[in-house]
């Protein structure tokens, strides 16, 4: 066996777990909060650099623990400073996390899955199949490992801050299908990393039940829905899980999640050409969402080798248009990346290792 079969991986680790594994070290209470602080908020990779541990506390550590089996293997910027990492996990798989610059303001989008099952058609990812969940460490660890490259500087030319502010689950994957492990890494990102709860956003392609479950949680959730249409057979193309969990339905329930938690969810809808585009299908949306607190985010198609292209700008503007006209707040999101891979899984499938596309 190797470590990371044997050994805790400390990046996964919650406070009371760590405090309780500090403890059964017979090591004092304080040490918990030692190591948390150079772990999840100094980005620490080794524990030699852990300079106030005690060299003894540091040698125990260095034999009975890991701080992570994760590592780089690739990155790729874009002339807006967007750069995707490619993240190896301890068994050969890789993922992939973007640190997305936005108006000098850093945010992170990490994975919660090794590929989807969901299958979105127009999806880099969804074109790879689904291999497996991603655990909480290997969720959290995506953040932190951007967070040691702002540290080392990769990003001091696009922004002033040392901190990634913003968390969006918008990586490859569908969250709510790892649900208690993504719910785990929120609660590790926002206790021990310091991410404030409400900076940290679920993007679902909408699986209801666990939508409902979401609801029920202690804690109120910012939540993301791809809609990418409102037609049921276009979105049963687009959304294949639509099958499933209706349109219809969605919205009932997004309607309901907005009332239970009082927050505005975001309406994520990226625009094809010829399916989602058109006038009619700017008012049909307007007239589906109506009444549901929410921001609607309009998203350009970054094309990843699909039959899908991006509509011109003019026809982008003109469905912005129809929707502000009609009282909602709507954006039109840049594509952060474009001149680069700016799709999810499109860095992982450009990697030796990934035998593709397999459609599912
Ligand atoms: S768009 Fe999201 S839900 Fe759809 S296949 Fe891609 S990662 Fe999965």
Known sequence: MNDTQTKPILVGYTRPELEALIASWEEKPFRARQLEKWIFEKAARRFEDMSDLSKLFRQKLQENALISPHEVIQTTTSSDGTTKFLIRLSDGQSVECVTIVQER?????????????????????????????????????????????????????????????????????????????????????????GIGIRR?????????????????????????????????????????INKKYTVDELLKVTRRYTETTGRRVTFEYTMLEGYNSSLQDAEALAKAIKGIHCHVNLIAYNPVGSKFQAPPRAEILAFQNVLA?????????????????AACGQLRIQSAEIPLPTVI
Do not use: W
């Open 105 to 193: 303001r850093l945010t992170a989008c990490v994975s919660s899955q090794v590929g989807c099952n969901v299958g979105c058609p127009f999806c880099a990812t969804g074109l790879s199949g689904f291999r497996r969940n991603l655990t909480p460490a290997e969720i959290v660890d995506q953040f932190l490992l951007m967070q040691a490259a702002v540290n080392a500087g990769a990003f001091s030319e696009y922004t002033d801050n040392d901190r990634i502010s913003n968390i969006v689950f918008m990586g490859m994957g569908e969250p709510l299908l790892n649900y208690d492990a993504v719910l785990k890494s929120i609660e590790i990102l926002n206790r021990q990393v």
């Open 200 to 240: 940290i956003t679920i993007s679902t392609s909408g699986v209801i039940p666990r939508i409902e479950r979401l609801m029920q949680e202690p804690r109120d959730y910012s939540l993301a829905i791809s809609l990418h249409s409102v037609n049921p057979s276009v979105r049963d193309e687009l959304v294949p």
């Open 325 to 341: 006209q009609a009282g909602f707040p709507v954006t039109i999101r840049q594509n952060h990346g474009q001149d680069d891979m």
